[in-house]
């Protein structure tokens, strides 16, 4: 079964496949279709973020479709940057800027626990859909160490590792992280959905 991915990262794409391809499902970027659906994210949860991007690319291609929507959540600052975590100090930053960010602003702070979310959604083009939710708790570096993965990976600790997400290899982080575990449960709800 083919499911086009509602996002252009290349490495959200790797990371799902690894997972789900043992599955019989295959991934796609929605590039590689022709389309570049851009949708805002408009909603206030991940999930509600992660329907929306779902919705609109399965109405764009007529395939199944599905996304992640994910953000990383700090507990000394109220659970941001969380659902903005793309856009987490303003368009002008890349991945490196953000985490950069991030570092400064907990300067100082020794409440370092934070956690990453992600929320798979799936729609299928009769309007059935599949949701799950996955949750890794960590803390935030005091530096960047690692040059794995991408986005805030080289400041998210695992103290049960003593390793960053971006010192694991895409098979370490996919047994402990939350788009591991979300698609954990997505690939379980998956099989029930086609046994039906
Ligand atoms: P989204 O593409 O709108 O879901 O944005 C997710 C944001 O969280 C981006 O800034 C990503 O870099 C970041 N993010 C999501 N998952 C991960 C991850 O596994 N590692 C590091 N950063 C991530």
Not at 98 to 125: D, E, K, W
Not at 149 to 161: I, S
């Amino acid at each position: 079964m083919k499911f086009v991915l509602a996002s252009q990262n290349q490495h959200k794409l790797e990371e799902m496949n690894l997972i789900l391809s043992a599955h019989g499902v295959e991934v796609v970027l929605q590039s590689e279709l022709g389309l570049h659906v851009e949708v805002e994210e408009t909603g206030g949860t991940f999930a509600e973020n992660a329907m929306l991007k779902a919705k609109a690319v399965m109405a764009a291609s007529g395939l199944p479709a599905i996304a992640d929507d994910s953000g990383v959540c700090v507990d000394a600052l109220q659970g941001a940057p969380g659902v903005y975590s793309a856009r987490y100090g303003g368009p002008e930053l890349d991945d490196v800027g953000r985490y950069r960010l991030l570092l400064n602003v907990m300067q100082g702070q020794t409440n370092r626990a934070a956690h990453f979310t992600s929320a798979i959604a799936c729609v299928f083009p009769n309007g059935d859909t599949i949701e799950a939710e996955g949750e890794c708790p960590g803390s935030i570096a005091f530096a960047p160490m690692g040059d794995g993965g991408f986005g805030y990976d080289p400041v998210f600790f695992l103290p049960q590792l003593k390793k960053t997400y971006a010192q694991l290899t895409p098979e370490e982080k996919a047994a402990v992280s939350h788009r591991g575990k979300a698609l954990a449960v997505f690939e379980e709800r998956l099989k029930e959905y086609l046994r039906k």
